[in-house]
């Protein structure tokens, strides 16, 4: 249940890992796909072209490899096994400055802060997607990784300490949930603040080119920052789900949709599958009306739709017969079927009607 980067790739490039912690509950493995379909967009209307911005991102094309094992690795406990994840240059931060993305870290993680703050004590107790995790638990698991992360940043050494302590734990994800359900409401989200304000602040001194330790090998900055927002976003998705509330989305999505491209290749690893040697043509449509494109737009495969569902897709909040995705080609419908971009077990996830879209 507890996900590490590897080290260096083959090229000298770290290697990063999709997420820094898994955002799923206790029975969910982190939601998922059942089968792979052919989807035309429907709700939210056709891909809209020529539209005011467009921003292509190329990752590195994916190439054969093992099953398991290789260069750029993770290591999860709970998963026992190393499998391969994505360069430091896909993974992290889309191309966004790096003061741009620790904003955008802050503004995702005020969005969830809104969200829970007038609730009632019987609404931090709702149950969430994630079997056996409350709205409390959701909250209480990011103020737990946000305390962390900022140790990471200023206290490598100390961290390191309590890194260890961490994984010695009979079950390290309820250990770490155990102080948060200790805690009122109110005093569950004053703790949370009081960490993001923290990790805030790290941020504010990090040199973007630094490597930190975490949960294994040191990953480097950006995919650090990018990962806490991905965090951030699918936690709160589950708390909106658990209290039927519908979040606006934003252009933070793009940090989530690049990491969803990046550890396409993962994604097969995770489930020791050998990933496709061919490449797959995306295109979203922003929540501004923009278009972001990652890789080459002759592909044969390709995913377009709306960037909220591709990213609720990718972090296995959604099955995708539950989206406007338009998936064409075998290998694309493959990927959807398979795509996480976190790490740890892949698990049944989100059943197909579960989150049916609303009426046109």
Do not use: I
Not at 35 to 60: C, Q, Y
């Amino acid at each position: 249940m507890w996900a590490f980067a590897g080290p260096p790739t083959a090229q000298g490039r770290l290697g990063a890992r999709p997420s820094l912690c898994p955002p799923w509950g206790p029975g969910t493995r982190g939601g998922g796909n059942r089968r792979p379909a052919k989807h035309s967009a429907g709700r939210r209307g056709a891909l809209a072209r020529g539209t005011r911005t467009s921003r292509r991102v190329t990752p590195r094309r994916d190439r054969p490899g093992p099953a398991l094992g290789g260069t750029g690795r993770l290591w999860a406990r709970g998963f026992g096994q190393h499998v391969g994840v994505p360069s430091e240059q896909e993974a992290g931060g889309a191309g966004a400055g790096w003061d741009q993305l620790r904003l955008d870290l802050v503004a995702e993680q005020a969005s969830l802060d809104e969200l829970v703050a007038g609730l009632s004590p019987n609404q931090w107790a709702v149950p969430t997607p994630a079997p056996g995790w409350t709205v409390a638990d959701h909250v209480g698991h990011l103020a737990w990784f946000d305390a962390r992360a900022a140790m990471a940043v200023t206290d490598p050494e100390g961290f390191s300490r309590l890194a260890r302590s961490d994984l010695e734990a009979d079950d390290p994800m309820e250990a770490h949930l155990a102080r948060s359900r200790s805690l009122s409401p109110a005093g569950l989200l004053a703790w949370w603040r009081k960490e993001r304000r923290r990790l805030a602040a790290a941020l504010a001194r990090l040199e973007p080119g630094r490597r930190l330790a975490w949960y294994g090998p040191e990953m480097g900055a950006r995919s650090f920052v990018t990962a806490r927002l991905m965090e951030a976003w699918a936690h709160g998705q589950d708390v909106a789900d658990a209290l039927g509330r519908r979040r606006a989305p934003t252009d933070r999505l793009r940090h989530v949709a690049h990491l969803g491209v990046a550890t396409r290749r993962y994604s097969y690893l995770a489930r020791g599958l050998q990933p496709p040697v061919s490449g797959v043509y995306v295109e979203l449509a922003s929540p501004s009306g923009g278009r972001w494109e990652w890789g080459w737009p002759g592909e044969a495969d390709q995913v377009r739709g709306p960037a909220e569902d591709f990213c609720l897709v990718v972090t296995r909040r959604r099955h995708l017969d539950d989206t406007a995705l338009e998936v064409r080609g075998e290998g694309a419908r493959t990927w959807m079927a398979v795509a996480q971009a976190f790490a740890g077990p892949p698990g049944p996830g989100r059943a197909p009607g579960q989150f049916p879209p609303p009426a046109p």
